[in-house]
């Protein structure tokens, strides 16, 4: 044991009896909001140690999560990108299906409001293996009651007419081919004249005079004349108005988006019919053409109107 | 064993003195029974502190300053016993005063009553100076550093201490 020095032991006394007494006091002195005086001491004395303790374990828990136990988050990561991908896979099965039940419900709308009229709806298979041609197959035929020449429609409007039927296939032409050809009339000027393809997605209204008034954005109907499509059908909206020759040029959109057809409407029946009418929309409105929920009050005369000014 | 002996000190040559059997004893319990007693009945005599001017003396007169602050704990925690403070005020406080009166003892010669006084003097500003330190520290209890009660006190006790010194002289072996 080291022995003190004998000038400094009274010094070294005095130190310690005063420190004695001092923590005697601590041990009395209770402050209202901290307990006694030693209880703040000690853990103002033990605190930061504690501290320090803490900040130097998370310290060395942060670096042992984040630079050494990487095996497991590499695992984790890998887990979780092949959940995302199922995921991802799962909802894009999802909003097809639901767009799919989109279109069945409104195929079932129009079928119910045109109860009479015969119809099948059918799934388009496949299309022309010539990229000249617009054909488009379907999962029926003449088992199910499809012929030559009957008219293929959706809600939306024209798609096309059957032009070969075998047992369980249908080969429809679609009318932006350029041998397809469709009655037509503009709606609000009954102006007839056919509508053909021209091997474009975008129609042609062949027979319209130079004198007649065509405005962009006018609709056109099918005017029945040409005994495949019921009259007042969406075929779909002039998008460009033209002096010709002799004729005006005018170029029509398809209501029905013939690019992303999945199912279509066949018209059972070759005999002329009559179509209740659906509300109309904007001009031009695929959106709008597609949801038919308002029939109109009256069943559109078969007869051609002419409304010519 | 002689009653007197010489410490020494560089060229100096300062007495330590012995006392009759139980006169530190007895000392130090007539001033502690004193200073909670008489108050009762004379309430000037609140500005005396008679145990100071006992550890003073004795740590003067021992010139020890290992007893002479061990005496200035007992004496300190005995008068916090009798009072309302909390333990340890004045024996910390008195413990400094025997510590430092011994200490000064050891190397000054405090026979003199004028030395006596202003020693008397100074050691009662430092302990009070003391007592408001840990009262403010520890306590928690904001105390003026001087008044002029504490003044008074002072000149009262360090006069007081001059007579009670030379009666305390008379205990000493000769």
């Given at each position: 044991m080291v022995a003190l020095p004998s000038r400094h032991r009274s010094l070294f006394l005095l130190l310690g009896v005063v420190l004695l007494q001092v923590l005697l006091l601590a041990v009395q002195i209770k402050r209202?909001?901290?307990?006694r005086l030693i209880r703040v001491w000690t853990v103002s004395a033990v605190s930061p140690v504690e501290r320090s303790g803490a900040w130097g374990i998370g310290k060395v828990r942060d670096a042992w999560r984040h630079y050494f136990a990487l095996s497991d988050a590499a695992r984790e990561n890998e887990e979780l990108r092949r959940e995302n991908g199922q995921l991802k896979l799962e909802v894009m099965q999802l909003q097809s299906k639901s767009a799919e039940a989109d279109r069945l419900a409104a195929l079932l709308n129009f079928k119910q409001k045109q109860a009479k009229v015969p119809m099948v709806v059918a799934r388009v298979i496949g299309s022309s293996a010539d990229a000249n041609s617009a054909v488009i197959y379907l999962d029926q035929g003449q088992r199910d009651g499809i012929r030559r020449n009957m008219g293929v429609i959706t809600p939306e409007g024209v798609v096309g007419k059957v032009i070969e039927s075998f047992r369980d296939t249908a080969e429809v032409l679609l009318v932006?081919?350029?041998?397809s050809g469709v009655g037509a009339m503009i709606a609000d000027t009954r102006i007839q004249s056919p509508v053909g393809g021209t091997g474009e997605p975008q129609l042609n209204m062949k027979y319209?005079?130079?004198d007649d008034e065509v405005a962009v954005g006018s609709r056109v109907v099918t005017s029945g004349m040409d005994r495949i499509f019921p009259k007042d059908l969406p075929v779909g909206t002039i998008t460009q108005v033209k002096p010709g020759g002799q004729y005006k040029q005018i170029r029509v959109r398809p209501s029905a988006n013939l690019e992303k057809l999945e199912e279509v409407i066949v018209l059972l029946t070759t005999d002329p019919v009559v179509l209740k009418q659906?509300?109309?929309?904007?001009?031009?409105d695929r959106s709008s053409a597609a949801a038919p929920t308002a029939p109109t009050a009256a069943a559109t005369n078969a007869k051609p109107t002419d409304k010519r000014p | 064993m002689n009653d007197t002996y010489d410490l020494r000190i560089g060229e100096s040559h300062i007495e330590v003195h012995k006392f009759h059997g139980g006169t530190i004893l007895l000392s130090v319990l007539v001033a502690t029974i004193l200073q909670s007693f008489l108050p009762v009945y004379i309430s000037k005599a609140a500005v005396l502190d008679l145990p100071l001017l006992i550890t003073i003396y004795f740590g003067l007169s021992r010139r020890n300053p290992s007893t002479g602050l061990l005496l200035g704990t007992v004496i300190g925690l005995l008068q916090d016993s009798l009072s309302k403070t909390p333990l340890g005020l004045f024996g910390i406080a008195k413990t400094v005063i025997g510590f430092l009166a011994s200490s000064i003892g050891a190397r000054l010669d405090t026979e003199h009553p004028l030395a006596r006084f202003a020693l008397t003097a100074a050691f009662f500003v430092l302990h009070q100076g003391i007592v408001v330190l840990i009262q403010k520290l520890l306590l928690a209890q904001p105390q003026p550093w001087f008044t002029m009660r504490l003044l008074v006190a002072c000149l009262v006790n360090s006069v007081l201490g001059v007579f009670l010194y030379f009666l305390l002289d008379r205990c000493r072996k000769s």
């Open positions: 209202d909001s901290q307990g932006t081919d350029r041998d319209v005079g130079n659906e509300a109309p929309g904007p001009a031009g | -």
